[in-house]
């Protein structure tokens, strides 16, 4: 009889797993290399099935970030001052797309939010909106400093403001009404905010801010709680390099940490013994998770090629993708 359950648990477990493997096998990994500044050499590479199948080469100056939305990814470009926006298929992304001249704006990050898309620019210190159907720029919300991460609630943006118009260290994040395209409320969250995440009622922010003579870096994690507007901030000293990403995994927000990424608690303090990766610190570029794999960009000396190790949630590599130079970006698309 046990025989029979041994059978019958695993041709469950076999069929579960070709479940898995026939709704994951038209997901596409696009992986931003930023290139080096003044060259042009960024790129987009493009993955399915753990294989590249398309790189789009030399599309521009700092590719700084990609957002998937619906059947289209929008990749800023931040020294080209460009939105390009491309049609994605289960063979890859559609050329040439569509270019969005932002006017010498310096654009950032970008978020899609009641059919809409709203981008930060440091260089017009703004917030820019596209209209998704005419990709005309329409407007603008001007804010004092230099914008990074937006994220939206599905009510509001949240947009985090990164440095002061002389490129010391910032604090705070906005609260954004678009009805109005109006900032509602600012929020004191500590020097240098960068990343944006939203979980439930809570906004969590990575920060990064450095010493005068820029000598010293340091590092720090806030939140925001929605519904009580009170505002947590940790900061943990010296010790990152490159801006800390935050990516929700297994459950848990994680952020980037000591060449791996680690879980946060509610009080902000970071669970170290829950660390994934093992890089040195000064080499880990970039990190995000989707569909419970990590991915983490390395570079070591911001020429291509560079790697990217794909971790499961035991922290084992279980691919290697190779790409351009400085992979700063990641998203995915489901069919």
Not at 6 to 19: G, P
Not at 97 to 118: C, F, M, Q, W
Request: charged share 20%; proline share 2%; aromatic share 10%.
């Amino acid at each position: 009889m046990k025989n029979v359950y041994l059978i019958i648990l695993l041709v469950f477990t076999v069929a579960c797993e070709d479940k898995i493997q026939k709704e994951n096998s038209n997901d596409l990994i696009f992986v931003a290399s930023e290139g080096n500044y003044g060259n042009s050499n960024g790129s987009i590479s493009v993955f399915k099935n753990n294989k590249k199948i398309q790189t789009l080469d030399a599309i521009g100056d700092v590719v700084q970030s990609l957002t998937v939305h619906e059947n289209k990814l929008f990749v800023v470009i931040n020294n080209s001052h460009l939105i390009k926006i491309f049609t994605i298929t289960s063979s890859g992304l559609n050329l040439p797309g569509i270019d969005i001249n932002t006017h010498n704006s310096g654009p950032r990050e970008l978020v899609v939010h009641n059919d809409k898309a709203y981008f930060t620019n440091h260089y017009t210190q703004d917030i820019k909106i596209l209209n998704l159907e005419t990709y005309y720029i329409e407007g603008n919300i001007k804010v004092e400093g230099l914008p990074e991460s937006i994220a939206s609630d599905g009510d509001h943006l949240w947009v985090a403001i990164n440095m002061n118009s002389d490129y010391s260290s910032a604090s705070s994040v906005v609260k954004i009404n678009t009805e109005y395209n109006q900032i509602i409320k600012t929020f004191e969250v500590g020097k240098g905010p960068q990343q944006l995440l939203i979980n439930e009622n809570l906004i969590w922010i990575s920060r990064t801010h450095y010493s005068q003579d820029f000598t010293e870096t340091f590092f720090g994690t806030s939140s925001i709680n929605k519904i009580t507007d009170k505002v947590m901030i940790m900061e943990y000293g010296t010790g990152t390099v490159c801006g800390g990403d935050l990516m929700k995994f297994e459950g848990l927000v994680h952020r980037t940490f000591d060449g791996g990424i680690a879980p946060l608690k509610l009080d902000l303090g970071i669970k170290r013994l829950g660390r994934i990766g093992n890089f040195r610190k000064e080499q880990l570029y970039s990190a995000n998770a989707f569909e419970g794999k990590v991915y983490m960009g390395i570079t070591s000396d911001y020429t291509a090629p560079d790697t990217v190790f794909v971790h499961d949630s035991s922290g084992d590599i279980t691919e290697t993708f190779i790409v351009d130079a400085a992979p700063g970006d990641f998203a995915i698309w489901r069919q």
